[in-house]
């Protein structure tokens, strides 16, 4: 099949008019088949890119749930991957101000982020492992994750939400529809999610929204933007696409149906649990959660063989203390240096708000703090005698969701400049690190150096270090409920056990 190319940018009005050519329920049942075949690589083994990305597809399928209509018949296979091709050329709402081209990379770039995980099991363990197998720091009163919050944010614990989302994947990315009849040799494994009932509830008040109900959202969010109409219609299609609060859509079958297959992955993530949980209580939950994330780093930092870490550190005047970073990380020929921070990249940079400047500006605060560490660390202060000061010292700055373009120099030309290289990384990216070899993980952060061109900063992209499992969150997804009782011992087990689950659709409420 080939995708024919599009010349120069898109405009909004011509994909909606090419879109409302075909059937909006046929079109969008076809959009979920091709979703299904992602495997987080956005190019094939040529080096092409693939026609098909979730990242356009979901923004095809809001355009169909926006503005789709019955009859046209259904799309060939190349009219479904033009549709896709339009909307990743579709013009960038500020297309001609300064700066526009790079705005339009970055959104560009930070929309197809939550899609790219090389194993979808990290999302999920890393939600276990972040929301329950994690403690707050003694003394810390949280503000929203009270006792039961996960019940009244999710309608269950995290690890239920958890598996039931990894059951929607696994029954749907083998071709089973929702609602369907559970097969014996699963009921085991339903019975530890709460039955049938309560897998249902969680799925329907979770998962699911009907058109009429997306509709709504999304011009909730459109109205967000302000401006004129005319304004707002070019800023439409990168508004949130309320597919990633609830990937099923009712009302355009006689099952669910997922238009972007992937988007239940995002939705059971600990970043979706984020959004959902400031969604409900604002920034006194996101503080939670980076209390929580803080704590959670500094676990995984325990597992680097043979270092000793060491949490946050105050020094100075008893009337005028001042923080550390928050942790150190002392290996036998490096400090390491770990600022945590539970953010991700913001929603404007992929609706076309702001320059680079002004989108990456909050990364700055992590730097500066890196600055007076740096500082502290030379000054003689007794508080931090037992940071080694003989060995070359080098920074990190692990996010919650990735910044990639936060180390390139379009970015940290308008950042503070650190005294020490630094660099940001997602999460996921220290996960591997901690299970690297120490030694040879010690050797490279003590002899890199930050090139000429990114003064300050540290070149992770170049790390080329073996690693292998990360134990913590192993432990978390080998625990997740639907695993002990269904006797399967990994992934692909477990998802050949949901293979063709028929379609209860004497169940179904429409």
């Not at 999610?193 to 799925?203: A, K, N, T, W």
Request: net charge negative.
């Amino acid at each position: 099949m080939t995708t024919p190319a599009i010349e120069g940018a898109t405009r909004y009005q011509g994909l909606r008019a090419f879109c409302r050519r075909f059937d909006r329920d046929a079109t969008l049942q076809m959009l979920s088949a091709v979703s299904r075949a992602w495997d987080g690589q956005p190019t094939d083994e040529r080096g092409r890119v693939k026609p098909f990305l979730p990242w356009d597809i979901a923004g095809v399928a809001a355009t169909f749930l926006q503005w789709g209509t019955a009859g046209g018949g259904a799309p060939t296979p190349d009219e479904l991957g033009r549709m896709c091709w339009m909307f990743l050329n579709l013009e960038h709402p500020g297309l001609g101000e300064p700066g526009s081209g790079f705005a339009m990379v970055l959104r560009l770039i930070y929309s197809q982020i939550p899609f790219q995980a090389p194993d979808a099991g990290m999302h999920w363990a890393r939600a276990v492992a972040l929301f329950r197998d994690t403690e707050f720091q003694e003394g810390y009163v949280p503000e929203a994750m009270t006792s039961g919050w996960q019940e009244e944010l999710l309608g269950c614990s995290v690890e239920q939400w958890v598996s039931v989302g990894f059951a929607l994947h696994a029954a749907l990315l083998q071709g089973s529809n929702y609602p369907f009849e559970w097969d014996p040799e699963l009921e085991p494994a339903l019975e530890a999610l709460g039955g049938s009932e309560d897998f249902d509830r969680v799925v329907r008040q979770g998962f699911t929204m009907t058109v009429d109900d997306y509709r709504a959202r999304r011009r909730t969010h459109v109205e967000r933007f302000g401006g004129t109409t005319a304004q707002q219609f070019l800023r439409e299609p990168f508004a949130f696409n309320p597919l990633f609060s609830a990937p099923l859509i009712d009302g355009i079958a006689d099952h669910f149906v997922a238009p972007c297959f992937p988007a239940i992955e995002v939705r059971t993530s600990a970043l979706g649990i984020v959004h959902e949980g400031t969604s409900k209580w604002g920034e006194a939950f996101r503080r939670d959660a980076g209390q929580l994330f803080e704590q959670y780093v500094g676990r995984q930092l325990r597992q680097i063989a043979g270092a000793v870490v060491i949490p946050e550190l105050s020094y100075g005047p008893r009337r005028s203390r001042v923080k550390t970073i928050d942790w150190f990380v002392v290996l036998p020929d490096v400090v390491l240096l770990v600022e945590c921070k539970a953010m991700s990249p913001a929603r404007n940079l992929q609706e076309g708000f702001g320059t680079a400047e002004q989108v990456h500006a909050r990364l700055a605060k992590p730097l500066d703090q890196i600055n007076k560490t740096v500082q502290a660390l030379g000054g003689g202060h007794t508080e931090l005698a037992d940071i080694p000061t003989d060995r070359p010292v080098v920074a990190l700055v692990v996010t919650l969701g990735n910044f990639v373009m936060a180390n390139g120099p379009e970015v940290r030309e308008s950042l503070p400049v650190t005294t020490v290289p630094s660099a940001f990384i997602g999460v996921d990216f220290l996960e591997a690190l901690v299970t690297t070899d120490a030694v040879e993980m010690s050797r490279y952060f003590a002899g890199v150096r930050a090139p000429a061109e990114r003064p300050g900063v540290l070149p992770v992209e170049d790390i080329d270090l073996i690693g292998g499992t990360n134990a913590l969150l192993d432990v978390a997804f080998e625990s997740l409920p639907i695993f002990p009782a269904s006797d399967a011992t990994d992934t692909l087990t477990l998802c050949q056990a949901f293979h063709s689950l028929p379609s209860a659709l004497s169940t179904h409420e429409n």
